[in-house]
């Protein structure tokens, strides 16, 4: 296996551009699974999650090329209607292809997604929102077995929580449920716009597209889409972070700002100084000068990110002063903490309530660690960044779920970063 490792202590200065959102991508490619077809995606990232995507989908028959981040899907075959363990297990969002291809073939049988590092992740919301328009859900030795023999039929459908997955199954496939659905409580993440845009072009009738309210009027077919990811907000605000625990100045550029206000009122509270362009956002720490201590509260978009906690917490090891990270999303969110722990920095947990005593911005010391999950992973590059000395992180194919190039993009901002056999 890789690690990456990281020789700390260097400000960094430059661009970074923006890949395409992974968490948009895996959705809008599942959509292609609900009209025959050649569809092409655009501003795809290549990631371990995309590829793993498109794995599955090739399993269900769908045959793919790709030209640089264009992604060209041809559904017109389907070979299978279900979605086996050993590819649900290595990632969750392979239960993306239940709404679809359930509209599609009247039926699909799904892995159960399983846990994962950060928490139980069940999909009861998924299963029972299906249900409400006109599926039959069971769940047979560790699959979800879902059926609607005649058909799906319109339905109101009301969240507990805003999930974002769920909110995006059970979109697709009340796109071909004959009648009127309401999703109430629905997500409003912009991945989720994402998709309603890419519905809507195939033929879909969405309303409501940003509202925690989606109103969908079926149709008998769609038709192939054409669609663009859009920018991956996560990245741009674990580079922004980036930048501000080295020390430097830079931008993330192709990004939506308007998709990151939680975070840079956030970081200007902390102290940095952020200008916010038509597609860019940039971000100066006067040259390394003290950073503020803040509070965090993870909610639903357009609040704070639960998918940036790990990295702001990271920052804040750097600030003068205490603040607290409160996880609300998720049940174990902070397997970054024990490792952070190993490079010096001073914080305690309290079941969903993380206190970090922040110690000023030379108060990590490069150590040996562990990446857990996709976002812890991005927190311990960050603390590297800014602590003296080498730290070497292992099980790096974490990062690689979500984020594309990220040796060459710090490295283009003067990070010694690299990678080496474990
Ligand atoms: C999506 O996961 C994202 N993944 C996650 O990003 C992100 O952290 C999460 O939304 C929250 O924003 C993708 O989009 C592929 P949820 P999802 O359903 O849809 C509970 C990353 O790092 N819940 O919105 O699985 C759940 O336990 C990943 O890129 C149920 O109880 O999350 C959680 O507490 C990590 N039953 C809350 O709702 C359900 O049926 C929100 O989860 C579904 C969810």
């Given amino acids: ?154 339905g109101t459908v009301y969240f507990d929580l805003p999930t974002v997955t769920g909110t995006e199954n059970l979109l697709m496939a009340a796109t071909l449920a004959a009648g009127k659905t309401i999703l109430k409580n629905a997500a409003r993440e912009p991945e989720i716009g994402n998709l309603v845009d890419m519905l809507n072009s195939m033929g879909a009738k969405i309303s409501g597209r940003g509202s925690d309210t989606l109103t969908i009027e079926g149709v008998c077919a769609l038709k192939p889409a054409d669609n663009s990811i859009i920018p991956d907000r996560i990245e741009a605000g674990t580079y922004l972070i980036a930048i501000a625990a080295s020390g430097g100045a830079g931008r993330v550029t192709n990004c939506c700002p308007a998709h990151l206000s939680s975070l840079v009122e956030k970081l200007r509270q902390a102290g940095l100084d952020i200008e916010e362009g038509e597609s860019f956002i940039s971000i100066d720490s006067r040259q390394g000068s003290a950073l503020t201590s803040v509070d965090i509260q993870t909610r639903p978009y357009p609040g704070y990110p639960t998918d940036l906690q790990a990295q702001f917490m990271a920052l804040m090891t750097l600030a003068e002063g205490n603040c607290t990270i409160h996880e609300t999303i998720f049940e174990n969110r902070f397997m970054h903490v024990a490792e952070l722990r190993r490079m010096g920095a001073k914080i305690k947990t309290d079941g969903r309530l993380g206190l970090v005593n922040g110690l000023g911005r030379s108060g990590l010391r490069g150590a040996p660690v562990m990446a857990t999950d996709l976002r812890a992973s991005s927190s311990l590059v960050i603390a590297a960044l800014a602590a003296e000395g080498r730290t070497d992180i292992s099980r790096i194919y974490h990062l690689e779920r979500g984020y594309e190039n990220l040796v060459e993009k710090l490295s283009a901002l003067g990070a010694k970063v690299w990678k080496e056999q474990e």
């Fill in 1 to 154: 296996m890789e690690k990456l490792v990281i020789e700390g202590g260097i400000p960094l200065y430059g661009d970074i551009r923006i890949s395409g959102a992974k968490n948009a991508a895996l959705p809008l490619m599942a959509a292609t699974l609900l009209c025959p077809g050649k569809h092409t995606l655009r501003n795809v990232p290549d990631l371990r999650d995309t590829c793993t995507m498109i794995r599955l989908l090739e399993y269900l028959g769908v045959k793919t090329g790709r030209e640089g981040d264009v992604l060209y899907l041809d559904s017109t075959c389907l070979e299978h209607d279900d979605a086996p363990y050993e590819m649900v297990k290595t990632m969750r969002a392979s239960v993306l292809v239940l709404g679809p291809l359930l509209a599609r073939c009247g039926k699909a049988r799904v892995s159960l997604p399983g846990g994962c590092a950060i928490g139980e992740r069940p999909v009861n919301f998924h299963t029972a929102g299906l249900q409400k328009i006109g599926a039959r859900c069971n769940i047979e030795d560790g699959y979800i077995q879902a059926e609607a023999e005649g058909g799906l039929k319109g």
